[in-house]
């Protein structure tokens, strides 16, 4: 059974760093691009980020370019993404998907993990 389980978030300050982890499990993971979405409070799911099986290739969406890092550890099998320079508006539910087609199509997706940017 495919499983992907997302941890790390919490409450920050505008400015702060927080760093999601996602466990996987269930399937080969080194075999499968992954990627970050998320979803802000009443609206739509946002693509963040994704990584090509190796992590040598990483795309991000136009918010979060410059300031998030999405990376992997194989050995792990486990999927990171570092956030910089939080700002309110990032504020959402994170989640951690695998791919089945580059470079953000997927077939499984994690239940989230909260991230809050507050004062």
């Known amino acids: 059974e495919v499983q992907l389980v997302e941890s790390g978030g919490g409450l920050v300050r505008p400015g702060g760093s927080l760093t999601l982890s996602c466990a996987a499990s269930?399937?080969?993971?080194?075999?499968?691009?992954m990627s970050w979405i998320r979803q802000a409070p009443g609206k739509g799911f946002e693509w963040v980020s994704s990584?090509?099986?190796?992590?040598?290739?990483?795309t991000y969406g136009d918010s979060v370019k410059g300031r998030f890092t999405i990376s992997r550890d194989n050995s792990k099998d486990t999927l990171y993404l570092h956030m910089t320079n939080l700002v309110p508006e990032d504020t959402a539910v994170y989640f951690c998907?695998?791919?089945?087609?580059?470079?953000?199509?997927?077939?499984?997706r994690g239940q989230g993990t909260q991230v809050t940017v507050s004062p």
């Open positions: 998907e695998r791919l089945k087609t580059w470079p953000n199509q997927y077939d499984y």
């Open positions: 269930g399937f080969t993971f080194s075999k499968f691009p």
């Open positions: 990584i090509s099986t190796q992590g040598g290739t990483t």
